[in-house]
C-alpha cells in the first residue's frame, strides 16, 4: 500500500542536512508542523512550517520537557487509517494525520561523553523525541519514520523519485532502524545509571533484508541480505537491481587494489576499462577510451573524489551505477539531472572476509582472494627482464587479471587497460579475443604488457602475444610445460615473470 505524505512533523536536535528534505517536502505541497528550534531553521530556509503549538493549542512548557507530548500530535501519528473508529476521532477532535516523522533526538551519549554534569546529562534524556519515533515506528503501515540523519538521504531519495509517496516496505524497513535507535538510545542510558556494568551497544549495522524487482532476469525473484544503507550513501537514481549488485560487488573489489586515482568501468562483473593517473578526470577518459561501447550502461567506481569536470565528462555517456568515497556538490548537480542514474558515496565500511555460494544440495565457502603479489613475488624466468615500465605495467595488469572471470588474459600499457579476453573455455581464445579487442579499439600493443590469471599449458600463447607485440608477460607458473612457454620468450626476445599465486575466479 503507497501512502502519500501530507503532513509532517519535524524535531530534531542538531539541524545540518536538513535543508534539502524540507525543499523537496515544500516542492511536494507537505504541511510541515515543527518545534521551536527547528521550526525557526524551516522558517529562515524561506518555507512555511506551522508552529506545534498552534496544532496543540497550548505552549512548550517546563523549558521544553513538554512541547510535543499531546493528543493533538500523537494521535495524527498513532491513528489508524483503515479503522473507522480511529479515523472518526481524528474527525470529532480535529486532529491532522501526521505521515512523516522526522525526529533527531538530544544527544544523550555525547553529552555524557563531554564529561558534562549530572544535570545537564539528565536534561539530555529525550521523552518527547522518543515518543515521537516509538509512535511513528509503531504505525508505520501509515507512517514513515525518519529517527537518524543517517536516513536522510535515503528520505531525499524516495521524495525526488517517488513523488512523496512510499511503499510499506519502505516504511517498515525505516521502523526497523527506528527501533534499533530508541532501543540503543535507552541502552545509552541504562548504562549511564549502571556504569558497572554497562550493555553492549548494537550499532545499526544490523543486518536487513531487501527484496529486489527481481532477480538476475525478471522471471526470477530477488532479495538482497544485507545493509546496503551502511555501505552506501544514494545520492539519485532507482532502486539498485539484482545485476546492479553483483557489479557493484565487483566494482568495489577490483578498485581496492589501486592507490593511485583511478576508475574502473564494469560490465557483468568484467572490467571493460580501468586507467590510473595523477587527475581523477583523466582516469576516466582513458578507463573510457578503453572500450566505450562496452562501457554503455556500466557500473563506474572511482576511488577518489569527483569533481564537476570529471562529473561532465562521465555525463556523456549512458551508465547505470556511479560509484566514489565522495562527489562534490557541483558534481552531485550535473550527475543529478538523469532520474534514473545511480549515484552511490561509499562509506569505509568493512567487509567479510569469507565467500559463500549455494551448490549442489549443500553450500560451498572459502576464504576471499585477498592476496596480490608485489615486485618482491615476481620472478624472472626469462634471458631479458622487464624494464621498469613493464614491471609496473604488470603489476597494474595483475590486478585486473586477478579481477577478471576465467580464462582470462589482459593488456596493459601505462597503467592503462588495454583488452582483455574473459570467460573463455580455453587461454588461448582469451588471448585472440583480448588481440581482436584491442586492434577493434585502435590500441597499438607494441610494447604492452600481458598478464594471465592461471599459467600456459602450451606455448602457443606465448608465441601469439609475441607477433601481437607484447614486450613482458606475467603468469603463476606451475605448468609441466613451463619450460617451452619460456623458450618461446627467449627465441621471440619477450621478459616473462611468474608469481606462484594463481587468481582462478568463476
Ligand atoms: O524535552 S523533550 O523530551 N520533550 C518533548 O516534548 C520533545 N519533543 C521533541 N524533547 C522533545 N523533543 C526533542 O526536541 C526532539 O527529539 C529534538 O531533539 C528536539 C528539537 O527541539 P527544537 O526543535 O526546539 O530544536
Redesign the pocket.
Known sequence: QSVQIKNAL????Y?DNLEPIIHELNRLGVNIY??????T?IRNLGVNVIPVEDLTSYP?ILG??????HPKVFGGILARRSFGGDKQQLEQYEIPEIDLVI????PFEETVQSGAGAEDVI?K????????IRAAAKNFKDVVIVASKDDYAGLENILKTQDGATTIDQRRSFAQKAFNISSNYDTHIFNYFNEAEPLPVFKQSIQTSQVLRYGENPHQKGTFYGNLDAMFNKLNGKELSYNNLVDVDAAVAIIDEFTEPTIAILKHTNACGVASRSFIKEAWIDALACDPVSAFGGVIIANAEIDAETATEIDKIFYEVLIAPAFTDEAVQILSGKKNRILLVRQPVELPVKHFKTLLNGVIEQDKDAVIEGPAQMTTVTEKAPTEAELKDLFFANKIVKHTKSNTIVFAKNNQLMASGVGQTSRVDALKQAIIKAQSFGFDLNGAVMASDAFFPFPDCAELAAEAGITAILQPGGSINDKLSVAMCNEKGLAMVTTGVRHFKH
Open positions: 519535524i524535531s530534531v536536535y539541524k515543527s518545534t521551536g528550534g527547528t521550526e531553521f512548550s521544553g520537557r513538554v512541547k510535543t507530548l525526529v533527531d533526538l538530544y536534561e534524556i529525550d521523552i518527547g523525541g522518543i515518543s515521537l
